[in-house]
Nanobody, 121 residues
Framework: QVQLVESGGGLVQPGGSLRLSCAASGSIFRINDMGWYRQPPGKQRELVATITSGGRTNYADSMKDRFTISRDNAKNTVYLGMNSLKPEDTAVYYC???????????????WGQGTQVAVSS
């Protein structure tokens, strides 16, 4: 069974930084795109950033100057570095990945359980 497990969330003051991690485990043959999404309180889930297996990145316009997505393919892990955090960055952050479990299985989209980030003084 494939799992995505996020870590690194928490409470931070405005202007602070956090680094989120998401590790994929289980039966994994190949991981295609990985990404981060977030869901602020009372709002819909939105894209934060994605990264291909080759390292090409894509960001939501409002976050590209403060957030950095990266991945370690050897560890099946994706990271999100967040700087200059604002109260409006408060949300549950979800990891997403397209994973092929074995050589004759299709790519399937997987989600983590989410990690809470709260930005408040």
């Amino acid at each position: 069974q494939v799992q995505l497990v996020e870590s690194g969330g928490g409470l931070v003051q405005p202007g602070g930084s956090l680094r989120l991690s998401c590790a994929a485990s289980g039966s994994i043959f190949r991981i295609n795109d990985m990404g981060w999404y977030r869901q602020p309180p009372g709002k819909q889930r939105e894209l934060v950033a994605t990264i291909t297996s080759g390292g090409r990145t894509n960001y939501a316009d409002s976050m590209k100057d403060r957030f950095t997505i990266s991945r370690d393919n050897a560890k099946n892990t994706v990271y999100l570095g967040m700087n200059s955090l604002k109260p409006e960055d408060t949300a549950v952050y979800y990891c997403n990945a397209e994973i092929q479990a074995d050589w004759n299985s299709p790519l399937r989209e997987r989600w983590g359980q989410g990690t809470q980030v709260a930005v408040s003084s």
